[in-house]
């Protein structure tokens, strides 16, 4: 891997405390971040493996493959042959959300998919983040904390008016 890539295998303990403040940042400014950082990560890959074995396939892509709903970024294919999925999210803090359909995602392909999380030009890789041991979940494991950040409401009006 490049100088700038860390690759990280998760299978040690959190010790995360799960507190964060939520960012005042524009969803313009959000989404010009989560681009460049896809930029990078798309580039990174596509000088390590070539540009026929990668695809940035994301609603932030100027390439055909555009599509937000595969629920990850950039595919691309290993030294092993073996396609991969990755979610890349621009991170300056110790946290990263992830949307119910990455969670999914993760879950299903979880030898496939991995993070690349950007923190000052520096990309890390995380891989098996969705691989539990015996007896652990997504909600209890070794490797991470995470919390609920939305909840959504489903209701009919009516229901909700007091007569």
């Given amino acids: ?5 860390k690759e990280i295998i998760l299978n040690g303990s959190s010790n995360g405390n799960g507190s964060w403040v939520h960012s005042n940042q524009s969803d313009k400014g959000k989404r010009r971040k989560g681009k460049k950082a896809e930029l990078l990560v ?27 709903k595969l629920h990850y970024d950039i595919e691309y294919k290993n030294r092993l042959g073996e396609w991969k999925y990755m979610e890349v999210k621009a991170i300056s803090d110790d946290y990263f959300i992830i949307s119910n359909g990455e ?6 392909e979880f030898n496939k998919y991995e993070m690349a999380l950007v923190k000052n030009e520096l990309i890390y890789v995380v891989k098996n983040l969705f691989e539990f041991n015996n007896g652990e979940s997504f909600d209890n494991n070794s490797k991470f904390k995470c919390y609920p950040k939305d ?5 009919n009006i009516n229901d909700l008016i007091t007569k």
């Fill in 151 to 155: 909840y959504i409401f489903t209701f």
């Fill in 103 to 108: 969670k999914n995602k993760g879950l299903s």
């Fill in 42 to 68: 798309y580039n990174t890959l596509v000088s390590e493996y070539g540009i026929e074995n990668v695809k940035w396939v994301s609603g932030n892509s100027t390439t055909p493959d555009k599509n937000d």
């Fill in 1 to 5: 891997m490049s100088k700038n890539v």
